[in-house]
């Protein structure tokens, strides 16, 4: 707009604020308002655009009237905020002036529609998107932004901008993202879940050891009077078969509980975040299980077999004495020799 109908239409302005109100604001909010217009005006001559967008903002609530309005609008589009600038015109064109309405808002409301297009054209926008929680807390500018309005294109001011984003048991994330004039951008962030630490395994006590019955023992096809009675190698290397089988089955008992509850754990973390490490650690835990039930059923098996086959010699006061014994997840003999 030229300089000289700018000025002109701020005094036509201020003489209609001299008028009496028919919206009912007192004489001092009036004449308040009718200084502030005058110094915003001045201020826009000047493109101090800052001191301009305070004035006309505070006037117009004071006295609402189309002139004030477009001083705003045009501060705000000086400033670069044309989303603001924008609205404020729309809202002047929205509005019109009643019939008989003074000349000088008719003015504001054709200079309104007039500059409106320019500055609409230099909206840009973004595509805000965020990945992880399904409902997270996030900000453009500092400002909230609506989960509904993520995924989909928003209007912004040109220049440099940032996105940040929050939610409980993720961890927050930030983006910045700059468009020009019309331009447009996406502003992207991919959360992650707070990482949360696994408790110890409860300390448990150790399994009692139960010495077997002579009809236990037998039933094991273990005849502990007889064994009393065999020499060589073959009794000691027996036993020793026996007991390292025992230990054998106590690591496959022990790795199998903690497998199957491992397994329990995957299966629910697998439904949101499953880890590699998480898997690896299962399967390790399971081969050491199968190599335990193995190790120790053939060791057992082996002493067994070495203990029925000994050749027999005449016991004495002086001969090995062994109690054979089983317990949770062990298995193998106490004694004496």
């Not at 951008?185 to 110890?200: C, D, G």
């Not at 590699?276 to 039930?293: C, E, M």
Request: charge should be negative; charged fraction near 15%; include cysteine.
């Amino acid at each position: 707009m030229p300089h000289a109908f700018a000025r002109s239409l701020a005094v036509a302005a201020a003489l209609v604020l001299g008028a009496p109100s028919a919206f009912g604001q007192s004489a001092a909010d009036r004449a308040t308002a009718r200084e502030l217009g005058q110094d915003g005006q001045t201020a826009l001559d000047a493109k101090n655009y800052a001191a301009a967008e305070d004035l006309f903002r505070r006037a117009d609530a004071l006295f609402h009237a189309p002139t004030l309005l477009l001083g705003y609008a045009r501060a705000e589009a000086g400033l670069g905020k044309v989303v603001n600038a924008s609205e404020a015109y729309n809202r002047i064109v929205r509005e019109g002036v009643a019939p008989g309405g003074p000349d000088a808002f008719v003015k504001a409301v054709e200079a309104a529609k007039s500059e409106a297009p320019a500055v609409e054209a230099r909206i840009a926008s973004v595509t805000v998107i965020v990945s992880g929680p399904d409902n997270p807390t996030v900000t453009l500018d500092d400002q909230p932004l609506p989960v509904a309005a993520l995924g989909v294109r928003r209007p912004v001011d040109p220049g440099s901008h940032v996105v940040k984003s929050s939610a409980d048991g993720w961890e927050p994330a930030e983006a910045t993202f700059a468009v020009v004039d019309a331009g447009s951008a996406n502003a992207t962030l991919a959360m992650k879940r707070i990482a949360v630490a696994s408790a110890p395994p409860a300390a448990t006590s150790p399994a009692p050891i139960v010495p077997l019955s002579p009809s236990a023992g037998t039933a094991l096809g273990i005849d502990q009077g007889a064994t009393q009675g065999h020499g060589g190698w073959q009794t000691t290397a027996g036993w020793v078969g026996i007991v390292a089988g025992g230990v054998g089955l106590a690591t496959g008992s022990i790795a199998g509980v903690l497998a199957i509850g491992k397994h329990s754990a995957l299966a629910t973390e697998c439904k949101t975040d499953c880890k590699q490490s998480d898997i690896d650690s299962y399967n390790a835990i399971g081969a050491v299980s199968t190599a335990g039930f193995i190790a120790g059923g053939v060791l057992a098996g082996a002493g067994l077999i070495l203990l029925v086959t000994a050749p027999k010699t005449s016991a004495s006061a002086g001969t090995a004495r062994v109690t054979p014994y089983i317990g949770l997840g062990s298995f193998g003999a106490v004694g004496s020799f």
